[in-house]
């Protein structure tokens, strides 16, 4: 029986971006199922970080993360970890008044957003359908950043281990159980004992806390694809920007390593799951992308599905369980997991160990009770 601190279930970029904070304080093991970290969502994402998604907390947990992504800390990585990349929401006639609450709500976080008309829009995507029954409008944020999933998650790791934690992948199936005042956590090859479990299994979080006798945060994966295909030969993408209808329906669209890639923004309820694209969906994406612009998308290059699992508010959650003394919560990061995952990390943290509420959460308005899980509980 191995004896640590803290045992995090999940090396996704939850679980791996909160170890890195708690390895520098207390003896950590991350324990992932697969044999690659981010095997699952982590590794699935758009990689994209934008403040055109989710309600306050999640915004102010974007603005937060920022100085991270801009300038990691001092041998966190060699390359770069994220890159300057505009976003620009768009918005037919009909969609208008969303394109105008969704100004209304950057507004608060980002002071490098400004309403783009017909003109400039096509000078920055010249193949968006404008005109008649096209789109009217958008906006623009210049301050967006794409992201690099991977340096990000091996960055993490490495930390972890430079503190003297572990990452343990391949773990295969594990079981929790409770032994006096310790968690007993039991994978194939080895068992480890803890005072502090941290259940940050993504999709399967509920089922691990199941598993351990903890009332389940009641959490919704829902399931999104991802396709990709070639743009027109001598059509340079490069410097598009991540490209979003205004509101939950319609579609976004990237430029990626010399594609673009494409989601319809489907939300279909499902089991915690290896994803798989359905035909349908990537059907959708295609013709998403072929109404809004004047790209032909023809053969898919790639295609791939992930889950975006969210609690019934849709806001990430930390925090020990109100009914399970050392079992502490860090699910539910919906579909802004990566570019909330410094600041869930600093919240984490500041909760684990009891500490003040971190100021850089504070200053763009993010309350403890906004993620700990006593909110969902009633
Ligand atoms: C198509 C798509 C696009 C997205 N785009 C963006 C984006 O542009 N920007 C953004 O910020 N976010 C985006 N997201 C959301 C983001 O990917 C997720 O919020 C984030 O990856 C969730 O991280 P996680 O660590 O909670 O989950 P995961 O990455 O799923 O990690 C959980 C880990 O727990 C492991 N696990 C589960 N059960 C066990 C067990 N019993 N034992 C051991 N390990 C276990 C799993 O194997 C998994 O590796 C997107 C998601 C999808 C699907």
Same mark, same amino acid.
């Given at each position: 029986?191995?004896?640590?601190?803290?045992?995090?279930?999940?090396?996704?970029?939850?679980?791996?971006?909160?170890?890195?904070?708690?390895?520098?304080?207390?003896?950590?093991?991350?324990?992932?199922?697969?044999?690659?970290?981010?095997?699952?969502?982590?590794?699935?994402?758009?990689?994209?970080?934008?403040?055109?998604?989710?309600?306050?907390?999640?915004?102010?947990?974007?603005?937060?993360?920022?100085?991270?992504?801009?300038?990691?800390?001092?041998?966190?990585?060699? /390359?770069?970890?994220?890159?300057?990349?505009?976003?620009?929401?768009?918005?037919?006639?009909?969609?208008?008044?969303?394109?105008?609450?969704?100004?209304?709500?950057?507004?608060?976080?980002?002071?490098?957003?400004?309403?783009?008309?017909?003109?400039?829009?096509?000078?920055?995507?010249?193949?968006?359908?404008?005109?008649?029954? /096209?789109?009217?409008? /958008?906006?623009?944020?210049?301050?967006?950043?794409?992201?690099?999933?991977?340096?990000?998650?091996?960055?993490?790791?490495?930390?972890?281990?430079?503190?003297?934690?572990?990452?343990?992948?391949?773990?295969?199936?594990?079981?929790?159980?409770?032994?006096?005042?310790?968690?007993?956590?039991?994978?194939?090859?080895?068992?480890?004992?803890?005072?502090?479990?941290?259940?940050?299994?993504?999709?399967?979080?509920?089922?691990?806390?199941?598993?351990?006798?903890?009332?389940?945060?009641?959490?919704?994966?829902?399931?999104?694809?991802?396709?990709?295909?070639?743009?027109?030969?001598?059509?340079?993408?490069?410097?598009?920007?991540?490209?979003?209808?205004?509101?939950?329906?319609?579609?976004?669209?990237?430029?990626?390593?010399?594609?673009?890639?494409?989601?319809?923004?489907?939300?279909?309820?499902?089991?915690?799951?290896?994803?798989?694209?359905?035909?349908?969906?990537?059907?959708?994406?295609?013709?998403?992308?072929?109404?809004?612009?004047?790209?032909?998308?023809?053969?898919?290059?790639?295609?791939?599905?992930?889950?975006?699992?969210?609690?019934?508010?849709?806001?990430?959650?930390?925090?020990?369980?109100?009914?399970?003394?050392?079992?502490?919560?860090?699910?539910?990061?919906?579909?802004?997991?990566?570019?909330?995952?410094?600041?869930? *990390?600093? *919240?984490?943290?500041?909760?684990?160990?009891?500490?003040?509420?971190?100021?850089?959460?504070?200053?763009?308005?993010?309350?403890?009770?906004?993620?700990?899980?006593?909110?969902?509980?009633?």
């Amino acid at each position: 029986m191995r004896q640590v601190d803290i045992i995090v279930i999940g090396g996704g970029i939850a679980g791996l971006s909160a170890a890195m904070r708690f390895a520098r304080r207390a003896k950590t093991v991350v324990i992932e199922r697969e044999g690659a970290l981010g095997y699952h969502s982590s590794g699935r994402s758009a990689t994209f970080s934008h403040f055109g998604i989710g309600d306050a907390a999640v915004r102010g947990m974007t603005a937060a993360s920022r100085p991270f992504f801009e300038t990691p800390p001092e041998g966190f990585v060699e /390359g770069a970890l994220s890159i300057a990349r505009p976003a620009m929401f768009i918005a037919t006639q009909e969609i208008i008044g969303e394109l105008r609450a969704l100004e209304t709500e950057m507004t608060r976080f980002t002071d490098t957003i400004h309403r783009v008309g017909p003109q400039e829009m096509l000078g920055i995507v010249p193949v968006l359908r404008t005109g008649e029954g /096209g789109i009217v409008e /958008g906006l623009l944020d210049t301050g967006g950043r794409k992201l690099d999933s991977d340096l990000l998650l091996q960055g993490c790791a490495k930390q972890v281990r430079a503190a003297g934690g572990e990452v343990v992948t391949d773990a295969g199936s594990l079981s929790v159980t409770r032994s006096g005042e310790r968690w007993i956590v039991e994978t194939q090859g080895t068992a480890y004992s803890a005072a502090i479990l941290v259940d940050a299994a993504g999709a399967w979080a509920d089922e691990i806390a199941i598993g351990a006798g903890v009332r389940p945060l009641g959490l919704q994966p829902l399931r999104r694809t991802i396709i990709g295909f070639d743009p027109p030969a001598g059509l340079d993408v490069s410097e598009w920007p991540f490209t979003k209808t205004a509101g939950d329906e319609g579609f976004y669209m990237l430029p990626d390593a010399g594609r673009l890639l494409a989601s319809p923004m489907d939300v279909t309820p499902t089991e915690p799951t290896d994803a798989q694209p359905e035909d349908y969906d990537v059907a959708v994406a295609a013709w998403r992308v072929e109404e809004a612009t004047t790209l032909e998308v023809g053969r898919v290059k790639t295609k791939w599905a992930g889950l975006r699992t969210f609690t019934a508010d849709k806001v990430p959650t930390a925090g020990f369980a109100p009914d399970a003394p050392g079992f502490f919560w860090l699910a539910g990061q919906g579909g802004y997991g990566l570019q909330t995952a410094p600041a869930m *990390a600093l *919240a984490a943290e500041a909760l684990l160990f009891g500490d003040a509420w971190p100021e850089e959460l504070a200053a763009y308005g993010v309350r403890p009770e906004q993620v700990m899980p006593d909110r969902l509980f009633g």
